[in-house]
Nanobody
Framework: QAQLVESGGGLVQPGGSLRLSCVASGFDFSAGAVRWYREAPGKEREFVAR????????TYADSVKGRFVISRDNAKNTAYLQMDSLKAEDTANYLC?????????WGQGTQVTVSS
């Protein structure tokens, strides 16, 4: 059964860092493009970052550019989101998506709360 499981969220102070992980199983992770999204209460789901299948050419939302870094390790079937210089407005549930051909795989998300 195809599955994505995110982890690494938590409570962090403004200016702090977190590293999120997204572990895939049950499908060919290396054949998929990875995306991170986030959902905050009362707001629409927001695109955060994208890592394509083969090219080392990630893209980011303007709101996180220069602070977040997306990466992947196909040998471990895992995607990462390194988040630095966190702000209160980064507070959200962060979800990982992998698109393989026409199939979307989603995780349940991991909560990130930035607060002093």
């Amino acid at each position: 059964q195809a599955q994505l499981v995110e982890s690494g969220g938590g409570l962090v102070q403004p200016g702090g860092s977190l590293r999120l992980s997204c572990v895939a199983s049950g499908f060919d992770f290396s054949a998929g493009a990875v995306r991170w999204y986030r959902e905050a209460p009362g707001k629409e789901r927001e695109f955060v970052a994208r890592f394509p299948i083969t090219a080392d050419d990630p893209t980011y939302a303007d709101s996180v550019k220069g602070r977040f870094v997306i990466s992947r390790d196909n040998a471990k079937n895992t995607a990462y989101l390194q988040m630095d210089s966190l702000k209160a407005e980064d507070t959200a549930n962060y979800l990982c998506k992998v698109l393989v051909w026409t199939n979307d795989y989603w995780g349940q998300g991991t909560q990130v709360t930035v607060s002093s």
